[in-house]
């Protein structure tokens, strides 16, 4: 079943980059600055956290010497996490943003998830560049662990992009979905250690959070560019069975349901 | 070369008398079914041979949309089967996958690809597209400056970019201005005698007749008539005029062609006759010479308001000429059953050359839709002929005068 979603995908591909392209270009259009606002925004962001977290307000994490290491840390997470948060927003909505599309043509409906999570992956990729320029700027240079971020994102994709599958299927039919992610995304992301490094948790709250999938893959970040190491692999083995199992759900459910998404619409 | 075969298509929608009870059964395994099916397709099935063109008629509601979306793919059927083979186009909705702030060019890149075309092919279709839309500089320009009649142009020059080996067009076509209809429906032509298979949903009588041969009619989710286009329209026809109380008849007439006659029968035809000059009866007419129709009607119960109306067809089944006796202020009041009439129309016969008929209708009102005591297509045959004024074309007879100056 996945070769013929892969194939229908492949001969629409000129149709997924022109809409990833488009939804890029349409964002600014008619701007004075145009594409200069896509670094912009994430730039002052960066700057927000570092500065103003570690210059300011002084925070600092334990065991680090560099004072720029707390705005690090979090950058490093937060940004990762807006990536996949993204990625799952936009794929809880995919099937009813374009119902009447869906309803009106005929094309491999394939095309929407994959084009959802390939224009997430263009914004991140601008902020993610801007955030490692800002560390050679700032002379935080990252080491050879960086490479470690390429799988990371792998699997960061097919974790959300499978999730935001199933749900962007059970929203067409359950609208209640849409509502009950927000509040479970918030809870997620402050079960997730992003802001505060998991040793300064309860020791009891800490048991739990380790069991939550996103905790190893912010961590594995965290080591990369805060302590320039190479992330736990067996700490990510666990996610990515997950994540796996994931997939090949949201499969059979975008199967089972792609027809009577149409009729629901 | 492609054709449709569909056989006994089916289509339902499940409707759950909850949101719970349908979580109930997606949940629960091996649990009974807790929807029930609105069957708004039954029981469907037709074949349109290769480079055949067919019409499909009905009123709102029928299941003419589902059918096409099913025949489209974009939903699929219930139960049945459907095969159809080659490239296929629709015209449902135009403009799909547009952008208003992009340019037309930009657009039509977009929409190409949604309709599966590759970037080469939309490089070397695009001077074709431009040319086709006429809508000169504007090409490049953002759609949203665009009249909703050139966002139509340019949505037609894609979707009919290439020649499809199916085209599949609802009624929505008839938008934008009549310059453009005309181009488009030549196009569809076009593509028709190149081999396209065609499949045209409408209510619009002419462009049926006209394009199709053969038509289906649906009603109620059901395929109630399938045969020429121009017994379908009449059928479909008379039923719009019905609807409740009464019975639509059809005969087969000498000349092959069937007669539909529909109606209350409150007031009925007893007869009708073409009268020449000398008052016999005829059904050859020399052009231009005076005629008379005249109609017996009987009135078989007591109704308020009659009006008598004729319509006279070419034989494609256009309409070339139709009055009634409310549009000329003639109508009755008060008829008591057993009364007769006779009603005498006078006209010279200033048309072309050819077969026609005429349709009668005995109404209430201006139109038949709303009480018909009888409606009766072809109720009478006649041929014009031209032996005494020169060979003209065309379905009317002007008896234009000429003078010429020369210098």
Known sequence: MIPDLLRAAWGYRGFIYGSVKREFQSRYRNSLLGALWNIINPLAMIIVYTVIFSQLMQARLPGVENNLAYGIFLCSGLLTWGFFQEMIARGQGVFLDNGNMLKKLSFPRIT?????????LVNFSIIFSLFIGFLVVTGNYPNIS???IFPLILLQILFAMSLGIILGVLNVFFRDIGQFMGVVLQFWFWFTPIIYPLNVAPKQAQEWIVLNPMTSVAQAYQGVFVYGKWPDWYSLWPTFAIALILFVVALRLFRKRAGEIVDEL | MSEIQVVNLGKAYKTYPSQWARLAEWLIPNSKPRHELKWVLTDISFHIKPGEALGVVGMNGAGKSTLLKILTGTTQATSGHLSATGRVAALLELGMGFHPDFTGRQNVYMAGQLLGLSMEELHTLMPSIEAFAEIGEYMDHPLRTYSSGMQMRLAFSVATAQRPDILIVDEALSVGDSYFQHKSFDRIRQFRKEGTTLLIVSHDRQSIQSVCDRAILLNKGNLVMEGPPEEVMDYYGAMMAEREQNTIRQERLDNGK????????????????????????TEVIEVGSPVTLEVRVDINS????LVLGFMIKDRMGQAIYGINTHRLNRELIDLKA??????RYAFPANIGKGHYSIALSLSRLDSHIDTNYEWRDFALVFHIINS???DFVGAAWLDSSLDIQRS
């Open chain 1, 112 to 120: 929407l998830p994959i084009i959802s999570v390939l224009s997430s």
């Open chain 1, 146 to 148: 960086i490479l470690a």
């Open chain 2, 258 to 281: 069937v007669r539909t006659i529909s109606g209350t029968g409150e007031a009925s035809i007893s007869s009708v006759v073409l009268l020449d000059e000398q008052g016999k009866a």
């Open chain 2, 302 to 305: 007591d109704i308020p308001r």
């Open chain 2, 338 to 343: 057993g009364d007769k009439v006779v009603y």
């Open chain 2, 388 to 390: 005494t004024q020169p």
